[in-house]
């Protein structure tokens, strides 16, 4: 086993011992809500949002797009599980600003292995094969984190899967300073109608 896995086990059995009255928590989220958020490791929902285990569900993905999984995902949270309100926060500094989708088409064509990025862009430095089949995706990258915002709140309160009440409310956590920021016209985009 790798390191990492070891330090993940170990880690896991400390918490595990100390579980306690969690494994009485119930499936819903006792505060009714939802985020929609970012991958980038250097957020903690929990934190920058105040929760505790219970409290909300927390959808996760690259740039904390409003995907086809990213709504099912909603959807079933409101359907099955009763969350009330959405929350669409996306960041500053978000890695999904610094390439487009032709980029990771590029890349994958050329080789399936990490990538390299620095002042003049990304570069690939493992070998091949790559796959063409990067160029059939959209990686649903950022040109503007505040329009991103406003697009992935429309997005949801125009599907047909999601009733009109819920609000969802639009924000960006600034990872200099762990504030979260209205985009007032995504969180007006996002009112009942």
């Not at 006792?30 to 909300?56: Q, S, V």
């Not at 994958?108 to 570069?123: C, N, P, Q, R, Y």
Request: glycine residues 8%; contains cysteine.
């Amino acid at each position: 086993m790798s390191k990492i896995v070891d330090e993940v086990l170990q880690a896991n059995q400390q918490y595990a011992a100390e579980f306690g009255d969690k494994a009485n928590l119930p499936m819903p989220p006792g505060r009714h809500f939802a985020i929609l958020t970012c991958m980038d490791a250097r957020l903690d929902p929990a934190k920058y949002a105040g929760l505790a285990e219970g409290d909300a569900h927390v959808i996760r993905n690259a740039g904390g797009r409003a995907s086809d999984d990213a709504i099912r995902s909603l959807v079933i949270s409101y359907k099955l599980l009763g969350t009330r309100e959405w929350f669409v926060i996306h960041h500053t500094d978000c890695g999904m600003e610094t390439f487009t989708n032709d980029v990771m088409a590029e890349l994958l064509s050329h080789s399936l292995k990490t990538a390299v990025i620095d002042e003049s862009g990304w570069h690939d430095v493992g070998e091949g094969p790559g796959s063409p089949d990067g160029k059939y995706i959209n990686w649903l990258t950022i040109k503007d984190q505040a329009q991103s915002v406003l697009d992935d709140v429309i997005r949801i309160k125009s599907h047909p899967l999601v009733p009109q009440e819920i609000p969802v409310y639009g924000y960006i956590f600034d990872v200099k300073s762990g504030r979260l920021i209205e985009v007032p016209e995504a969180t007006k985009a996002g009112q009942p109608a």
